[in-house]
């Protein structure tokens, strides 16, 4: 079978330090594939580099069985790649409904049309409909995003990534700084999109990697140093003594 | 052979007058995010006060002192006026702001001093010419603008890289936020910053005076290849402004002296002359595209 | 035919008794920006001129700023709502350029103090248009006849790469005929080192240049700056050395040799009096050609003023056609295309007692010149 | 929704009747101070599509504005001359080929542009536009054919079948029914699926590249419409002025129009045009006063803009108590 993901060699150096050393990991069909690791582990290059924001220095990415790795960002999302941004990252002048809108649209194409009045798209605006019935965003519909709560503006993050209909979603810290009732909340979410789509999650919440994951990946300085279920890592003395074991500590 | 030589020092003291009109700027630009369209108006008050004083006290020194302080008094006035309350803003709003400036510096100069230029001699000791090399006098003027251009660049070194402001202004050249924290007293620093950059303008100005002709509007002409210095040096970096400066100076003048005669020999008469002026007039912006093409950010970007 | 019309638009002016008030005459001119002092030397010198003739008369100044757009749309306003029939005061060639057609074409008169492009001079000449100053061309001839009766036969040229630049380097090239070596300046560059260095190099008999304005005083204190000033003579037209470019230039002009149609130094009853004129009215500020042309386009609307007894266009026009006014240049005349024919001089910047600059003529080279354009015009 | 229709067709009809009540008050020249400051407005407005929806400072505008103008001028002369252009194109005074001409080749020079200059951003993309419009500038003083800094008399305006475009009114309504055609038009561009998209990657270009939005192609797509509107309100000016010349590219006209649009209101449509009409009235009346007109001028914009953000647009508005 082919990998949704295949990242293989990921090398990536910022003068004399390397933040990701030789990387190689997969996500499968329908997984959700955790990336842990402390803070400076080289998680975000990982991810930046999987989006096409920053280029590696060697190492291969495919998406999908085709090699994405020189491609620039928006032609890797055509192929099927979606995201979500650590710190959320919206349009946030718009409403909510037009921020979901817009991402919509995004798929749709038509994007240069000047004649037209996206306003009066039902194809879009029936598909945003849809979401909000679906989301908890139901009834902040029409909210400027600058007005909305932290734990909100995560849920929107999740819901435009995921209008996009992606084959792989990266997850870059969805449940930071959310409390315990909204980490629920987009635990929850999450588990409902599971059959949407693969997805890649980096997360420091252990409990939610815990929930959700099927397989874990455990960065440290850059480098993969232990990777299989939630048991195996739980197990693994090597993560337990560079990473599990400062977080009980 | 003494031709180029002499070019070359042209180019350098050109080069040290835009580099001391882009070291404020740059700072300006790179501490407090400002896009400052009325540096100029600086260049021109250094040179209207000099003039001014020189010709009522007949001392070149003089003037050089009253076109410092004038130049910076009014630096700090239109800082603390003016620019305190806008730089929370956007820089549209900055660029209108300064816009306004520019008129109003240059009908208040036509107020006080009248429409006719002013007339300015040059400090006896200068005068004369030097004769550096055998067959080439140079004016002994043009050389201590340079050395003067030298000298401040080695003392803004000193200030940045020596001393507790210039670790603050490096800070806040590459991180606007971080300075912030630091709880130093930031409006002292900015209103000092300004002012330094206004008496820098101002320097250039006095410099200039015996040069160039000291007339109303003298600091928009120059203004853009300022901000061309800026950008190619990297915004916030006194060393790009110095690089830049140099190299630019160094370019436009080559440019001027030789391309037209390297034309006509390639293609025939008055069309080549014109044609190389009017590349040798783009040059700097050419540079300036070709620059910004392969390092977006400029030489010497302060900013990550 | 056209003395009837005259005669019968006099007779016309002679039933209508002119207005108390005076006539209003439209003056757009440079005020602002480093070319500003030209603007006034014009509104100046204007006023003094129309005052000597004792005519009734209103000024209306404004201020074009160099900016042909600009210039339209007051020459519009002028035109078309106070009703204006007569303007003048414009410095700048490419003002006139737009203006001028819009103002013949209302039917009004337009009288040029300075500014006299050749496209406005040839076949589009017209004859609500009258120039009282000279053809652009001209400044140039006479500083290319000059430096040929000086017995040059190389020089370098140096102007801005305009056209009225280009025009100029043209127009001294034709009159001198010897080997020129053209170098063309930057627009608004105001340091010429590259230049002095390259006239050092290439060691011609003369220097010829045309920097108007500022850029004129840092050329010429920058020529002295380099040495150049005693090894190599310089001719001058008269727009690179008006005495308040002298006055800003200070000892460093001393030694120039310029061209003029006139001088400050001229022995002639009505040039006398505009001297003494200026000197009582504007003590601080020097007397240039500028508002000599003025005051001459204040003496020809003046007197047309008086002759045509208020402001029909008709009239007007006949009486300015005459030229019957005492120019402070002397000889005046206008030629098929109403443009200047006039005699040109030389001159010599000498130091006064107190060390600075002053123009004094020398000779006449030219007598009664035209202009190459005139005849192409059919009026 | 109702109200601005209502507000938009009263408009209209004021400056419709414009050379009326210029005739009937005996203030001509409001003819074509209006019709003037009308076709800077559509300049403004168009450098305002990309500045105020699009967050692209651009400082080169009048580049394209004067290129349209020198579309019309040298299209002109050629007609006038009886040659053509490079020895291929003969000239024409149509104004059907003229405009549509000028806003084509206003478009290829903005398209050549925009492919270079969106490669940077911020100030350094207001610099390296200023750059491109100082090329420009330098090439057209350089073009002797062309009179060089002097510009070309246009001595006609260019004719419309059917219309008597020498009239003064007539030209007027022309313009008027273009810009209101021009106005009309961006109110459609900034609601479309373009401009939807345009307005998200001013707000956030991360984003909008994170759904798949290649967003150099957007920009740059709205660069071009954008010279074109300039290109359009060049040739415009060119009939109105009848000559064109290097002022319309110079830098200073550049910061002009960039000054109505902060003036009047960034980011809204109709902010540019009163931005226009304001300085430009402002900066007529006065130099009828006084000679030293650009003291109260600066005063006046300092004003506005320590004691307003949002320019005049939201002046009014605050005044009008709603949007």
């Given at each position: 079978?082919?990998?949704?993901?295949?990242?293989s060699g990921?090398?990536?150096?910022?003068?004399?330090?390397?933040?990701?050393?030789?990387?190689?990991?997969?996500v499968?069909t329908?997984?959700?594939?955790?990336l842990?690791?402390?803070?400076?582990?080289?998680?975000?290059?990982l991810?930046?580099?999987?989006c096409?924001?920053?280029?590696?220095?060697?190492?291969?990415?495919?998406?999908?069985?085709?090699?994405?790795?020189?491609?620039?960002?928006?032609?890797?999302?055509?192929?099927?790649?979606?995201?979500?941004?650590?710190?959320?990252?919206?349009?946030?002048?718009?409403?909510?409904?037009?921020?979901?809108?817009?991402?919509?649209q995004?798929?749709?194409?038509?994007?240069?049309?000047i004649?037209?009045?996206?306003?009066?798209?039902?194809?879009?605006?029936d598909?945003?409909?849809?979401?909000l019935?679906d989301?908890?965003?139901?009834?902040?519909?029409?909210?400027?995003?600058?007005?909305l709560?932290?734990?909100?503006?995560?849920?929107?993050?999740l819901?435009?990534a995921?209008?996009?209909?992606?084959?792989?979603?990266?997850?870059?810290e969805?449940?930071?700084?959310?409390?315990?009732?909204?980490?629920?909340?987009?635990?929850e979410?999450l588990?409902?999109?599971?059959?949407?789509?693969?997805?890649?999650?980096?997360?420091?919440?252990?409990?939610?990697?815990?929930?959700?994951?099927?397989?874990?990946?455990v960065?440290?300085?850059?480098?993969?140093?232990?990777?299989?279920?939630?048991d195996?890592?739980?197990?693994?003395?090597?993560?337990r003594?560079a990473?599990?074991?400062?977080?009980?500590? | 052979?003494?031709l180029?030589?002499?070019?070359?020092?042209?180019g350098?003291?050109?080069?040290?007058t835009?580099?001391?009109?882009?070291a404020g700027?740059?700072l300006?630009?790179?501490?407090?995010?400002?896009?400052?369209?009325a540096?100029?108006?600086?260049?021109?008050?250094?040179?209207?006060?000099?003039?001014?004083?020189?010709?009522?006290?007949?001392?070149?020194?003089?003037?050089?002192?009253?076109?410092?302080?004038?130049?910076?008094?009014?630096g700090?006035v239109?800082?603390?006026?003016?620019?305190?309350?806008?730089?929370?803003?956007?820089?549209?709003?900055?660029?209108?702001?300064?816009?306004?400036?520019?008129?109003?510096?240059?009908?208040?100069?036509?107020?006080?001093?009248?429409?006719?230029?002013?007339f300015?001699?040059?400090p006896?000791v200068?005068?004369?010419?030097?004769?550096?090399?055998?067959?080439?006098?140079?004016?002994?003027?043009?050389?201590?603008?340079?050395?003067?251009?030298?000298?401040?660049?080695?003392?803004?070194?000193?200030l940045?890289?020596k001393?507790?402001?210039?670790?603050?202004?490096?800070?806040?050249?590459?991180?606007?936020?971080?300075?912030?924290?630091?709880?130093?007293?930031i409006?002292?620093?900015?209103?000092?910053?300004?002012g330094?950059?206004a008496?820098?303008?101002?320097?250039?100005?006095?410099?200039?005076?015996?040069?160039?002709?000291?007339?109303?509007?003298?600091g928009?002409?120059?203004?853009?290849?300022?901000?061309?210095?800026v950008?190619i040096?990297?915004?916030?970096s006194?060393k790009?402004?110095?690089?830049?400066g140099?190299?630019?100076?160094?370019?436009?003048?080559m440019?001027?002296?030789f391309?037209?005669?390297?034309?006509?020999q390639?293609?025939?008469?008055?069309?080549a002359?014109?044609?190389?002026?009017?590349?040798?007039?783009?040059?700097?912006?050419?540079?300036?595209?070709?620059?910004?093409?392969?390092?977006?950010?400029?030489?010497?970007?302060?900013?990550? | 035919?056209k003395?009837?019309?005259?005669?019968?638009?006099?007779?016309?002016?002679?039933a209508?008794?002119?207005?108390?008030?005076?006539?209003?005459?439209?003056?757009?001119?440079?005020?602002?920006?480093?070319a500003?002092?030209?603007?006034?030397?014009?509104?100046?010198?204007?006023?003094?001129?129309?005052?000597?003739?004792?005519?009734?008369?209103?000024?209306?100044?404004?201020?074009?700023g160099?900016?042909?757009?600009?210039?339209v749309?007051?020459?519009d306003?002028?035109?078309?709502?106070?009703?204006?029939?007569?303007?003048?005061?414009?410095?700048?060639?490419?003002?006139?350029?737009?203006?001028?057609?819009?103002?013949?074409?209302a039917?009004?008169?337009?009288?040029?103090?300075?500014?006299?492009?050749?496209?406005?001079?040839?076949?589009?000449c017209?004859?609500?248009y009258?120039v009282?100053?000279?053809?652009?061309?001209?400044?140039?001839?006479?500083?290319?006849?000059?430096?040929?009766k000086?017995?040059?036969?190389?020089?370098?040229?140096?102007?801005?790469?305009?056209?009225?630049?280009?025009?100029?380097?043209?127009?001294?090239?034709r009159?001198?005929?010897?080997?020129?070596t053209e170098?063309?300046?930057?627009?608004?560059?105001?340091?010429?080192?590259?230049e002095?260095?390259q006239?050092?190099?290439?060691?011609a008999?003369?220097?010829?240049?045309?920097?108007?304005?500022?850029?004129?005083?840092?050329?010429?204190?920058?020529?002295q700056?380099?040495?150049?000033?005693?090894?190599?003579p310089?001719?001058?037209?008269?727009?690179?050395?008006?005495?308040?470019?002298l006055?800003?230039?200070g000892?460093?002009?001393?030694?120039?040799?310029?061209?003029?149609?006139w001088?400050?130094?001229?022995?002639n009853?009505?040039?006398?009096?505009?001297?003494?004129?200026?000197?009582?009215?504007?003590?601080e500020?020097?007397?240039?050609?500028?508002?000599?042309?003025?005051?001459?386009t204040?003496?020809?609307?003046?007197?047309?003023?008086n002759?045509?007894g208020?402001?029909?266009?008709?009239?007007?026009?006949a009486?300015?056609?005459?030229?019957?006014?005492?120019?402070?240049?002397?000889?005046?005349?206008?030629?098929?295309?109403?443009?200047?024919v006039?005699?040109?001089?030389?001159?010599?910047?000498?130091?006064?007692?107190?060390?600075?600059?002053?123009?004094?003529?020398?000779?006449?080279?030219?007598e009664?010149?035209?202009?190459?354009?005139?005849?192409?015009?059919?009026? | 929704?109702?109200?601005?229709h209502?507000?938009?067709?009263?408009?209209?009809?004021?400056?419709?009747?414009?050379?009326?009540a210029?005739?009937?008050?005996?203030?001509?020249?409001?003819?074509r101070?209006?019709?003037?400051?009308?076709?800077y407005?559509m300049?403004?407005?168009?450098?305002?599509?990309?500045?105020g929806?699009?967050?692209?400072?651009?400082?080169?505008?009048a580049?394209?504005f004067?290129?349209?103008?020198y579309?019309?001028?040298?299209?002109?002369?050629?007609f006038?001359?009886?040659?053509?252009f490079?020895?291929?194109?003969?000239?024409?005074?149509?104004?059907?080929?003229?405009?549509?001409?000028?806003?084509?080749?206003?478009?290829?020079?903005?398209?050549?542009?925009?492919?270079?200059?969106?490669?940077?951003?911020?100030?350094?993309?207001i610099?390296?536009?200023?750059?491109?419009?100082?090329?420009f500038?330098?090439?057209?003083i350089?073009?002797?054919?062309y009179?060089?800094?002097?510009g070309?008399?246009?001595?006609?305006t260019?004719?419309?079948?059917?219309?008597?475009m020498?009239?003064k009114?007539?030209?007027?309504?022309?313009?008027?029914?273009?810009?209101?055609a021009?106005?009309?038009?961006?109110?459609?561009?900034?609601?479309?699926?373009?401009?939807?998209?345009?307005?998200?990657?001013?707000q956030?270009?991360?984003?909008?590249?994170?759904?798949?939005?290649?967003t150099?192609?957007?920009?740059?797509?709205?660069?071009?419409?954008?010279?074109?509107?300039?290109?359009?309100?060049g040739?415009?000016?060119?009939?109105?002025?009848?000559?064109a010349?290097?002022?319309?590219?110079?830098?200073?006209?550049?910061?002009?129009?960039?000054?109505?649009?902060i003036?009047?209101?960034?980011?809204t449509?109709?902010?540019?045009?009163?931005?226009?009409?304001?300085l430009f009235?402002?900066?007529?009346?006065?130099a009828?006063?006084?000679e030293?007109?650009?003291?109260?001028?600066?005063?006046?914009?300092?004003?506005?803009?320590?004691?307003?953000?949002?320019?005049?647009?939201?002046l009014?508005r605050?005044?009008?108590?709603?949007?």
């Open positions: 079978m082919t990998h949704v993901l295949e990242i990921l090398l990536k150096t910022f003068g004399g330090l390397t933040a990701t050393d030789h990387v190689s990991l997969t499968d329908g997984e959700i594939h955790a842990i690791g402390p803070n400076g582990a080289g998680k975000s290059t991810i930046n580099q999987i096409g924001e920053i280029t590696p220095n060697a190492g291969q990415i495919h998406l999908a069985g085709r090699d994405i790795t020189r491609l620039p960002p928006a032609d890797r999302v055509a192929l099927g790649l979606g995201r979500t941004f650590q710190i959320t990252s919206l349009l946030d002048d718009m409403t909510v409904r037009e921020n979901l809108g817009l991402a919509v995004a798929r749709e194409g038509g994007n240069f049309r004649f037209d009045r996206a306003a009066k798209r039902a194809e879009i605006w598909e945003v409909a849809t979401i019935k989301s908890a965003l139901g009834d902040r519909a029409d909210v400027t995003v600058a007005d709560a932290h734990g909100e503006k995560k849920q929107l993050e819901a435009m995921l209008s996009q209909r992606p084959r792989l979603l990266l997850l870059d969805p449940m930071a700084g959310l409390g315990h009732v909204e980490s629920q909340q987009m635990i979410a588990l409902a999109a599971r059959g949407e789509c693969a997805m890649l999650l980096v997360e420091h919440d252990m409990e939610a990697v815990f929930a959700l994951a099927d397989r874990i990946s960065l440290v300085y850059g480098r993969i140093i232990a990777a299989g279920n939630a195996d890592i739980r197990a693994n003395p090597t993560v003594e990473y599990l074991g400062e977080e009980e500590a | 052979m003494i180029l030589f002499e070019q070359l020092l042209n350098l003291q050109y080069g040290v835009l580099f001391l009109l882009a700027l740059t300006i630009f790179g501490i407090m995010g400002v896009i400052n369209l540096h100029g108006a600086f260049y021109m008050v250094g040179a209207f006060a000099g003039a001014w004083v020189s010709i009522q006290t007949g001392s070149f020194w003089g003037g050089l002192l009253a076109g410092l302080a004038a130049s910076a008094i009014v700090i239109v800082e603390l006026g003016v620019m305190r309350r806008l730089y929370a803003r956007d820089h549209l709003d900055q660029v209108l702001a300064t816009f306004a400036l520019i008129l109003i510096f240059n009908q208040s100069t036509v107020l006080i001093f009248g429409r006719q230029p002013l300015t001699s040059l006896e200068f005068s004369g010419s030097i004769e550096i090399i055998p067959g080439l006098p140079y004016p002994t003027f043009r050389l201590f603008v340079i050395a003067v251009g030298l000298a401040v660049a080695v003392g803004l070194y000193l940045i890289n001393t507790r402001i210039g670790m603050l202004v490096r800070a806040g050249a590459s991180n606007r936020q971080m300075v912030r924290a630091l709880g130093v007293n409006q002292g620093l900015y209103t000092a910053i300004f330094l950059g008496l820098l303008a101002g320097l250039a100005g006095v410099m200039a005076s015996p040069i160039v002709s000291v007339q109303v509007g003298m928009d002409e120059i203004i853009l290849a300022t901000f061309v210095v950008v040096g990297g915004v916030g006194v790009g402004a110095f690089v830049a140099i190299v630019l100076g160094m370019c436009d003048t440019l001027r002296a391309l037209p005669g390297l034309l006509q390639a293609m025939p008469g008055p069309e002359q014109a044609l190389g002026v009017g590349i040798s007039s783009m040059g700097i912006y050419l540079m300036m595209a070709l620059v910004l093409l392969v390092r977006p950010r400029g030489l010497f970007a302060a900013q990550g | 035919m003395r009837l019309l005259t005669s019968a638009s006099v007779l016309v002016a002679l209508v008794p002119s207005f108390a008030e005076g006539t209003k005459i439209g003056v757009i001119t440079t005020l602002s920006g480093p500003g002092y030209l603007g006034e030397q014009i509104r100046n010198g204007l006023k003094l001129g129309l005052d000597a003739t004792g005519a009734a008369y209103e000024l209306v100044v404004e201020d074009d160099r900016d042909p757009n600009t210039g749309q007051i020459a306003r002028m035109l078309n709502e106070e009703g204006i029939t007569l303007l003048t005061g414009i410095v700048f060639s490419n003002v006139s350029g737009a203006v001028v057609p819009e103002v013949t074409d039917g009004a008169i337009y009288v040029s103090p300075n500014a006299a492009p050749s496209g406005l001079a040839g076949a589009k017209h004859p609500n009258f009282v100053s000279w053809q652009n061309d001209s400044l140039h001839e006479a500083s290319g006849a000059a430096a040929k000086l017995g040059y036969t190389t020089a370098v040229a140096l102007a801005p790469n305009y056209q009225a630049g280009k025009d100029a380097i043209a127009g001294f090239t009159e001198f005929g010897g080997e020129v170098i063309y300046t930057g627009v608004e560059q105001s340091d010429f080192a590259s002095m260095a006239i050092r190099d290439k060691a008999q003369v220097v010829f240049q045309f920097h108007p304005g500022g850029q004129g005083i840092a050329f010429l204190k920058q020529y700056q380099a040495g150049l000033l005693g090894s190599i310089m001719v001058l037209s008269e727009p690179s050395y008006d005495s308040v470019i006055k800003a230039v000892p460093a002009a001393v030694g120039l040799t310029g061209t003029t149609h001088n400050a130094d001229f022995d009853a009505a040039s006398k009096a505009m001297v003494a004129a200026w000197a009582a009215a504007f003590p500020t020097p007397l240039t050609t500028y508002a000599q042309q003025a005051y001459d204040g003496l020809l609307i003046g007197g047309a003023l002759t045509a208020g402001e029909d266009v008709a009239a007007l026009q009486a300015m056609k005459a030229a019957d006014f005492a120019s402070t240049r002397g000889n005046f005349a206008f030629g098929a295309n109403q443009h200047p006039q005699d040109w001089y030389l001159t010599a910047i000498e130091a006064d007692s107190a060390g600075n600059p002053v123009i004094v003529t020398k000779e006449k080279i030219i009664a010149a035209g202009d190459v354009y005139a005849a192409d015009c059919k009026m | 929704m109702k109200r601005e209502i507000i938009l067709a009263a408009v209209f009809v004021v400056l419709a009747l414009v050379p009326f210029a005739e009937l008050t005996g203030q001509a020249s409001w003819t101070l209006v019709g003037q400051a009308l076709i407005g300049a403004a407005a168009s450098l305002n599509f990309i500045l929806y699009g967050g692209m400072v651009s400082f080169g505008h580049a394209f004067g290129i349209g103008g579309v019309v001028g040298i299209m002109y002369h050629h006038d001359a009886g040659t053509a490079l020895g291929l194109i003969p000239g024409t005074d149509q104004m059907l080929i003229t405009l549509p001409a000028a806003i084509l080749i206003a478009g290829l020079a903005a398209a050549l542009v925009g492919a270079m200059s969106l490669r940077t951003g911020g100030v350094q993309f610099m390296i536009t200023l750059a491109f419009a100082q090329m500038f330098f090439l057209f350089s073009l002797k054919t009179g060089g800094e002097d070309i008399m246009v001595r006609r260019n004719s419309l079948p059917g219309l008597n020498r009239d009114a007539t030209l007027y309504w022309v313009v008027l029914g273009l810009a209101a021009y106005y009309l038009f961006l109110r459609r561009l900034v609601q479309s699926s373009f401009g939807q998209i345009i307005a998200g990657i001013r956030n270009e991360r984003r909008m590249a994170a759904m798949g939005i290649s150099y192609r957007y920009k740059l797509y709205a660069f071009v419409l954008s010279g074109m509107g300039a290109g359009l309100a040739a415009l000016m060119v009939n109105f002025l009848r000559f010349s290097p002022d319309m590219m110079h830098w200073s006209r550049s910061g002009e129009l960039m000054i109505m649009v003036l009047g209101g960034v980011g449509l109709a902010g540019p045009f009163i931005g226009a009409g304001v009235t402002l900066e007529t009346t006065l009828r006063y006084t030293h007109w650009m003291l109260p001028v600066g005063i006046i914009l300092l004003l506005v803009v320590m004691t307003s953000k949002g320019g005049l647009m939201a009014l605050r005044l009008g108590g709603k949007g």
